[in-house]
């Protein structure tokens, strides 16, 4: 009788010390977040405005973890062409790479840019390279030769149109002047006659065209209104070179690796959505950034479909190159293509012209 008295007072006495336990601490986990772009650009605000609650509204959900975000943007700790080595080195443990900057360590994200004249929708864009990253491992790979794993895809442009200083109506009219552009959409140009291609990041547009360094840049309307790009070039050509993939978000390798699996799966999730968050936001600011650039007293001309197709047909064969390039860095170039522009195709865009027409005869 004593020893059955002794064991349920000794396990009543357990549970009573266990319910007077305090909960067990909750975890901070530090996020350093980088990007050389300032906090007004659309990724940006977003990142801050939707990827981090989101983050915190998972971990909220259990209660084990939480974030300590640090957010570091416009150049406070890297220039925007310094994200992918940041991050790499540490300086960062999340990023915003702009990947147009790093073809070479990059080659498959450019598979947007190597197929101008498809697809004018951000989230079609966007939501087919990211499949492509998922099914084919060449650009998971490229990443992680960074020291970076690859979270997801962001397209944060509608379109690349023209915009130019005095009114542009046909291809003729950009013979004998300076295109500013970024990364791989400077190609474009090249079935142009007497044209010439400056290379430039965003946040160096307005200058160039101020100063004259430059006639025209390639960018897209939402950029245009947020850099007020309609005070030094008034014109805008809509030539809807279409969308392009320039930002993935990645993480630090060596950080990811120490992260627990909770929050590994919060921020892979979050970082799709962010995709179609932010993409969304780029096709629902598309229509009221045109007309803002019109209030500030901007004119937009169509190109015409004859024109249009006359571009298209006068470039080389850019995205046959970039398969072939990525086919040398180890990828399946080819199939790469041929499945990015059936992605496109099954969502309702007819290209003005098959890039991927090469690629399947090989």
């Known amino acids: 009788m004593f ?6 007072t000794v396990a009543a006495a357990l549970i009573a010390g266990a319910t007077a336990m305090p909960a067990l601490a909750q975890e901070t986990i530090k996020a350093v977040v980088i990007d050389g772009y300032p906090a007004r650009a659309l990724w940006v605000q977003e990142f801050t405005n939707f990827f981090i609650p989101e983050v915190d509204k998972r971990l909220a959900e259990t209660g084990t973890y939480q974030m300590d975000w ?12 310094g994200v992918l080595e940041g991050v790499k080195l540490g300086l960062g443990d999340i990023g915003i790479v702009t990947t147009i900057f790093h073809g070479s360590k990059l080659p498959s994200q450019a598979i947007a840019a190597a197929t101008p004249f498809v697809a004018a929708d951000a989230r079609a864009v966007a939501r087919a390279v990211d499949e492509i990253a998922r099914e084919y491992p060449a650009m998971q790979q490229e ?3 960074q020291n970076q794993v690859y979270l997801a895809t962001g397209v944060v442009l509608d379109t690349y149109q023209l915009f130019s200083k005095s009114q542009v109506n046909g291809l003729s009219d950009l013979q004998g002047t300076k295109v500013a552009g970024a990364g791989l959409n400077l190609r474009y140009l090249e079935g142009i006659d007497g044209v010439a291609g400056v290379r430039g990041g965003l946040t160096d547009f307005y200058n160039m065209l101020q100063t004259g360094l430059v006639d025209h840049a390639m960018l897209w309307p939402e950029a245009a209104a947020t850099f007020k790009i309609a005070e030094v070039a008034p014109y805008m050509l809509e030539a809807n070179l279409g969308a392009v993939n320039t930002k993935t978000v990645t993480v630090n390798k060596d950080y990811w690796n120490k992260l627990p699996d909770e929050v590994k799966t919060a921020l892979q999730e979050v970082a799709v959505a962010y995709r179609d968050h932010v993409a969304g936001i780029a096709m629902d600011r598309a229509a009221a950034s045109r ?16 024109q249009r197709q006359a571009w298209a047909d006068g470039m080389p064969d850019i995205a046959a190159e970039w398969a072939a390039d990525v086919t040398d860095n180890g990828g399946a170039g080819n199939e790469m293509l041929i499945a990015y522009m059936g992605k496109l195709r099954d969502a309702g865009f007819e290209p003005v012209r098959d890039w991927a027409a090469s690629a399947a005869s090989n």
């Open 143 to 145: 990443f992680d030769k």
């Open 3 to 8: 020893a059955k008295l002794t064991r349920r």
């Open 291 to 306: 007309q803002a650039f019109v209030d500030a007293g901007g004119t937009i001309v169509a190109l015409s479909d004859a």
């Open 70 to 81: 640090q957010e570091s943007y416009g150049g406070t700790i890297v220039k925007p062409k």
